[in-house]
């Protein structure tokens, strides 16, 4: 049986929920920004994109756009929360859903769009309930695959429905540019352009041992692209997390070492709280550094046990920090935890009294940080640390160990 998904895309969906609690942002160019100064555009409303606005954006930049944009610190709690919401509504027509973002949801609705009249029908009735429950427009995608769902959804916004069906793909696919496909950035687009390839019907067309002496065994999958196919299965139901990580981005570049280290305790903290909430524990510790000219890299360590403490935690980003000889001031820093499992494994032979003390420290914490709200208690020298107005991570999920209370 031929799979048919749907792909169910919020129209500029931070910018929608502010203009929806707001009467007077209605019709107006809004951007939603992050906190502090350093901020960048998260998502801006139709009527600033109208001016050229777009995601990722500084201010300045959205501001020479767009002199009377008006700029609004996002708000995540209530975008999760509308993001939840969201997820039930899809629950409603099928089982086999995946969250693909807070803002972005697969349904495959192979054995379930009899129910509701078929495909389109079924789209209809989401856009309806979506409407109606969340106050909020969205759009709907279908296809055979995850790959023309969401292309379809691309090329039907704002507010649309667009089916492309097995049938149509070549005949839609012959002129579409190659970087309207999800997953080719401009580097690969780039690469392409390069080897006389523009768009999907070239692709598609293009031999096999061309573009894998030039990309790998990504070429395969490039030439499958072209052709509207991808094998991808929806993940349904989320699984083991590779990571758990924070990462900030400071209010002003900093150079002492003594500014950072309040900092990689805060990230440190968020870590191992987390990981602990869900009971995991992690061998490897990553510190992730971006300079003010924006050049980034990571460097980690291995522990030899694994390890869901905030202070080792830390004391491993701190050794990692000290190993770098840093050549510019810092603009950006993340600590993350990885080579994951769950709590338990193989008891130790003799005590560890220290050891002991933390932990029942963290559970004690945690007890109070679950009850009054995060952060109700921390450490002392990360007191002052920004907090509110986070950007969202991409990584974020409605539930689970990549929900983030931040």
Avoid at 8 to 17: H, L, P, Q, R, T
Avoid at 61 to 85: D, T
Avoid at 137 to 151: D, E, F, H, W
Wanted: proline share 5%; glycine share 10%.
């Amino acid at each position: 049986m031929a799979r048919i998904i749907v792909c169910v895309d919020m129209d500029a969906f931070f910018a929608s929920v502010e203009q929806r609690d707001d009467p007077g942002l209605r019709g107006k160019p809004i951007a939603v920004t992050g906190g502090g100064e350093r901020t960048v555009i998260t998502t801006s409303s139709y009527e600033a994109r109208a001016y050229g606005v777009r995601t990722g954006m500084t201010v300045y930049e959205a501001r020479k756009l767009c002199p009377h944009i008006i700029l609004v610190v996002g708000n995540n709690r209530k975008y999760a929360e509308v993001c939840a919401s969201l997820v039930e509504i899809c629950l409603r027509f099928t089982p086999d859903t995946e969250v693909y973002s807070i803002d972005e949801v697969f349904l495959d609705i192979t054995g379930s769009h009899h129910l509701f009249d078929g495909p389109e029908n079924l789209g209809r009735a989401i856009k309806e309930a979506v409407k109606i429950e969340l106050g909020i427009r969205c759009t709907v995608g279908i296809g055979p695959n995850i790959l023309v769902a969401k292309l379809a959804s691309d090329i039907a916004k704002p507010d649309g429905l667009r089916r492309i069906d097995e049938e149509t793909v070549p005949s839609v696919f012959e002129t579409l540019p190659v970087k309207k496909l999800w997953g080719i950035g401009p580097r690969t687009e780039e690469k392409l352009a390069r080897m006389g390839i523009a768009t999907c019907g070239q692709l598609g067309k293009a031999p096999l041992a061309l573009l894998t002496k030039k990309f790998g065994v990504l070429g395969e999958q490039l030439k499958a692209m072209g052709n509207g196919k991808l094998e991808r299965p929806l993940e349904v139901e989320a699984g083991e997390p590779k990571s758990i990580g924070h990462s900030i981005t400071l209010p002003k570049d900093i150079w002492k070492r003594d500014e950072m280290l309040p900092c990689l305790l805060s990230l440190s903290e968020r870590v191992g709280r987390r990981a602990r909430r869900y009971g995991y524990k992690g061998r490897k510790i990553a510190l992730t550094v971006r300079y003010a000219d924006f050049v980034t890299f990571t460097r980690q360590v291995t522990l030899p046990a694994p390890t869901s403490d905030s202070g080792e935690i830390y004391r491993s980003a701190v050794a990692i920090l000290d190993g770098i000889a840093l050549k510019k001031s810092v603009r950006l820093f993340g600590v993350s935890l990885s080579s994951l499992g769950k709590e338990g494994g193989q008891m130790s032979l003799f005590r560890d009294p220290e050891k002991e003390k933390r932990a029942a420290m963290a559970k004690a914490m945690d007890a109070v940080n679950d009850k009054f709200g995060e952060h109700a208690i921390t450490f002392a020298s990360t007191i002052g640390e920004e907090r509110e107005h986070k950007v969202i991570s991409p990584a974020w999920r409605p539930s689970g160990v990549r929900k983030s209370d931040e």
